[in-house]
């Protein structure tokens, strides 16, 4: 009864995260991009700081390395993150779909950073093929032109591949840091760290809440986005993380993007390409051959205790 109930959280958050995507590009045809993405973390914040107002004894961060710890989180998980993210799906070139896959990247990229930041990880031969394979896909997904690339989506495309990389970066970065805080209590200080710098981009670049148009449509993505893909997906994200471990639960990363591509289809009409699904396979392969010895090891635990 417990796998299933696994099995089912797991498939809740891949379509949780997945659809997000569909719901990003949704709420763009109504809000300025970086904006958009304050917003999503101005409502989750609160969400995030009363739920751990009420589970944690003390929520909020006291040291130092606390304090790195959610700074770390608020500049690169949640800020820059969805900054790259949210310019690069203002462009049509950029569907669910595309964008989704360029995220998953993002488990192959941590291997690599932590390979600069991490002295214990080491990336062997048959691990850098994989890492070949991953940049495969995204080179398979933007199709960049030699003669014209800044044509043809594919400076967006980059702008959502520097999301993956952030989300990568900040993902090692808090690793290195010697401190224990609550995860729940981590997520939303940088939720209110990471709103507050989108908010300070979103008035660099001229963005304006002028520019907002609000419908019930901008109300729906935005809400959807807030509570069900940014709240609720970390709490059952984390619940899955202390259950599963972080092998099984980082596969959640190659599952959503099918999920992306549904929804991209069923709700905004958008088309799912050939590209797209062998970018998808390079970049899973790629990930199968970085992680095979952490997978080796999980599916040996997994038969041992079954």
Known sequence: MRSYRNLLLFLLLATLWGS?????????E??????????????????????????VDDPIP?????????????????????????????????????AA??????????????????????????????LLFGLGGVIVLTNPDPGSLLGDGAVPKLLVFLAAASFALGTVLTRTVDAQLPIETMEAWSMLIGAAIMHIVSIGLGESVGDVVWSSEAILALG?????????????????????????????SYVAPVFAALSGWVFLDEIITIATVLGFLLIFCGFLLVKREAIRAEIVRYRSTG
């Open 20 to 28: 997000a995507f569909m719901a990003i590009n949704a709420g763009l």
């Open 30 to 55: 109504y809000f300025p991009p970086v904006l958009f993405a304050a917003f999503r973390y101005d409502v989750a914040a609160v969400v995030m700081l009363g739920y751990a107002a009420l589970i």
């Open 62 to 98: 006291r040291t130092r390395g606390e304090w790195t710890l959610v700074a770390i989180g608020g500049v690169l998980l949640i800020a820059a993150y969805h900054v790259f993210l949210f310019i690069g799906e203002s462009d049509p070139h950029v569907t669910s779909a595309v």
């Open 101 to 130: 896959v360029l995220v998953s990247l993002s488990p192959v990229l941590t291997t690599v950073f932590a390979r600069g930041f991490l002295p214990e990880e080491r990336l062997t031969i048959v691990g850098t093929v994989g």
């Open 224 to 252: 959807y986005l807030s509570i069900a893909a940014s709240a609720i997906g970390f709490l059952v994200f984390f619940d899955l993380l202390e259950r599963l471990g972080p092998i099984e639960i980082n596969l959640v």
